[in-house]
C-alpha cells in the first residue's frame, strides 16, 4: 500500500498539465496564467493630476502663497495646448496630463478665483487671476509622474498567477484583451450507495442523505475549479457504469463511496470495465484508506463522426484525458482525499506550483496517543497569538463524523507509526481555510 506522500508523486507523475487556451480577459477569472506578461505602455503614460485644482511650478509658492495667471482649463482626455511659465497656472482636473514646466497641483480648496479679473477667449482660454494659500506644497504634490507605477516593458504578472479580480482589472490597464490561460477544470461527482437519498428527503430506514455530494462540489468551487454533479447512483454495476461514461466527459470524475472491499463495493469494477486504467488502490490514510485513482484516455485522432445530414467528418485530432478518484463514501475520508488528492491534481492541470498540499508548525495542546501504521489526520483548532501557531484537537468519532469538522479550522496530521504525543510537541497541520 502507498504512503500518502508516494500517492501525491503518483498523481503528479501522471496528472498533465493543460495545452494553454486563449481566452478573451473576460472570461479569465480563477483561470492560471499560461504566459508572462509586460506593461505595453508607461503608467502613468503622463504626469497626471491627481486632483482638481491648479496646476503650478513650486517655485512659484513663497511663504505659502501665490497670486498667478490662469491660462488655461485642461479635463481629463484633453491635452494642455500651454506650458506653465513662471508667475502662470493651469486649471486642470483630476487624471488630465500635466502642463510642461507645472510640477505640482494645488487642490482648488487651496484657492480663491479672482472671477473680475477671468474673461474667456474664443478658445475657451481663461486669462483670470488665482490666489492659492498652499503652505505645506512642494514639487510632486498631487500629481503623479509619468511610469511610476508602471515602465512599458515592465513585467505585470508570471506566468502560474491564478487570476483574481485585481489581476483582471491590472491585465485590463494594459490592455491584455486576451491571453493564455490554464482554465479551471470542470469535475464531475458521482454518489453511490442504494442507501443514498437526496438532501431535501427525510430518509426512510436504513438510509442516509447524499451529504457527500454538497460537499464536494463546494470543495471544488473553493478550490477554483467548476462543480458538475451526476447525482446517485445506486449499487449496480450498469448503473454506476452508465453515470461514469458520462462523468468521464469531464476533466476529473470523483465517485464517492463503493471502494472498500465489501460485496457492493463494485465502483473499481465499473472503473476498470470502462477503460480507466488503475493507478492506485488503498493510500496509507487515516481517514481515507480505500482511495482509488486512475486515468481514463480515449485517443480520437482520425475518428470520423456523422453530421445530421449523414457526411462524415473529420474529427479534430485530440487525446480525452480523465483523472477518475474513487473517494471513499465515509464523509471525512471523502473529504480530506478531497483537499490531499484531488487539489493536487487540480492544481497540476492549472499549472499551479507547488502543487502539493501546504502545511504549517504548530504546537500541540493536548496528549494524545497516536497508533496504527497510517499517516492520520485529525480535526483540530489552529490559532496564532502573537506569533506562535498552537493546535487543539477537537474531540472526534472518526470517518463518519462530518459535525466534528465544523467546529474545526485545519486538520493536525500525525506520521504513521505509534507515538505518544505531549502538550508542546510540534506538528504539522493542513490549514482548511485560507
Ligand atoms: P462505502 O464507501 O460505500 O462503503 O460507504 C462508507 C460509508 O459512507 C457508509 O456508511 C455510507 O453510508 C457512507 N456514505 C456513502 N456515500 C455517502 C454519501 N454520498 N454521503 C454521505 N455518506 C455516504
Ligand atoms: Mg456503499
Redesign the pocket.
Known amino acids: 500500500m502507498l504512503t500518502v506522500s508516494e500517492a501525491l508523486e503518483k498523481i503528479i507523475s501522471e496528472v498533465c498539465i493543460f495545452a494553454p487556451r486563449e481566452v478573451d480577459l473576460k472570461d479569465a477569472l480563477g483561470s492560471t496564467l499560461a504566459e508572462n506578461v509586460v506593461s505595453d505602455l508607461n503608467n502613468p503614460p503622463f504626469n497626471k493630476a491627481l486632483m482638481d485644482g491648479y496646476a503650478i511650478r513650486a517655485e512659484d509658492i513663497t511663504e505659502g502663497f501665490a497670486r498667478l495667471k490662469v491660462i488655461e482649463e485642461v479635463a481629463a482626455g484633453s491635452v494642455p495646448s500651454h506650458p506653465v511659465q513662471k508667475g502662470e497656472a493651469t486649471r486642470i482636473m483630476t487624471g488630465a496630463p500635466l502642463p510642461e514646466g507645472a510640477d505640482l497641483v494645488v487642490p482648488f480648496e487651496e484657492s480663491t478665483y479672482d472671477e473680475s479679473t477671468g474673461q474667456e477667449s474664443a478658445e475657451q482660454e481663461i486669462a483670470g487671476t488665482v490666489e492659492l494659500k498652499a503652505s505645506k506644497r512642494t514639487a510632486g504634490s498631487n500629481m503623479m509622474p509619468e511610469a511610476t507605477v508602471l515602465k512599458k516593458g515592465d513585467a505585470v504578472l508570471e506566468a502560474g498567477t491564478v487570476l483574481q479580480f485585481q489581476e483582471l482589472g491590472s491585465l485590463a490597464e494594459i490592455g491584455k484583451a486576451k491571453l493564455k490561460v490554464y482554465p479551471p477544470p470542470e469535475i464531475s461527482v458521482l454518489?453511490?450507495?442504494d442507501?443514498?437519498v437526496e438532501v431535501s428527503v427525510q430518509p426512510k430506514a436504513g438510509q442516509?442523505?447524499?451529504?457527500?455530494?454538497t460537499m464536494l462540489a463546494a470543495q471544488i468551487e473553493n478550490a477554483g475549479a467548476v462543480a458538475n454533479r451526476l447525482g446517485?447512483a445506486g449499487d449496480v454495476q450498469e448503473e454506476i457504469e452508465a453515470k461514469i461514461i458520462q462523468g468521464l466527459q469531464s476533466d476529473i470524475l470523483l465517485l464517492?463511496?463503493?471502494?472498500?472491499a465489501?460485496k457492493?463495493?463494485l465502483v473499481p469494477a465499473a472503473l476498470k470495465k470502462c477503460g480507466v486504467r488503475e493507478v492506485f488502490h488503498k493510500v496509507k490514510l487515516k481517514p481515507g484508506k480505500?482511495i482509488w485513482f486512475g486515468v481514463y484516455q480515449k485517443d480520437i485522432k482520425n475518428g470520423q463522426k456523422e453530421n445530421k445530414q449523414g457526411q462524415k467528418k473529420n474529427k479534430k485530432e485530440e487525446i480525452k484525458t480523465c483523472y477518475v478518484f474513487g473517494l471513499?463514501?465515509?464523509?471525512v475520508g471523502?473529504m480530506i482525499c478531497f483537499e490531499l488528492f484531488v487539489k493536487t491534481a487540480i492544481q497540476s492541470l492549472m499549472g499551479i506550483t507547488p502543487p502539493v498540499p501546504q502545511t504549517v508548525q504548530a504546537k500541540l495542546e493536548n496528549e494524545y496517543a497516536k497508533r496504527g501504521d497510517r499517516e492520520l489526520y485529525h480535526p483540530c483548532s489552529l490559532k496564532n497569538e502573537s506569533g506562535m501557531n498552537s493546535v487543539s484537537l477537537i474531540r472526534w468519532q472518526g470517518s463518519?463524523d462530518l459535525q466534528s469538522t465544523v467546529k474545526a479550522n485545519a486538520m493536525a496530521v500525525f506520521p504513521a507509526g505509534d507515538r505518544i504525543y505531549h502538550p508542546g510537541d510540534l506538528v504539522d497541520v493542513m490549514v482548511w481555510h485560507e
Open positions: 454518489a453511490t450507495g442507501e443514498l442516509i442523505r447524499n451529504s457527500n455530494e446517485i464517492s463511496g463503493g471502494v472498500s465489501g457492493l463495493d480505500p471513499p463514501g465515509n464523509p471523502s463518519a
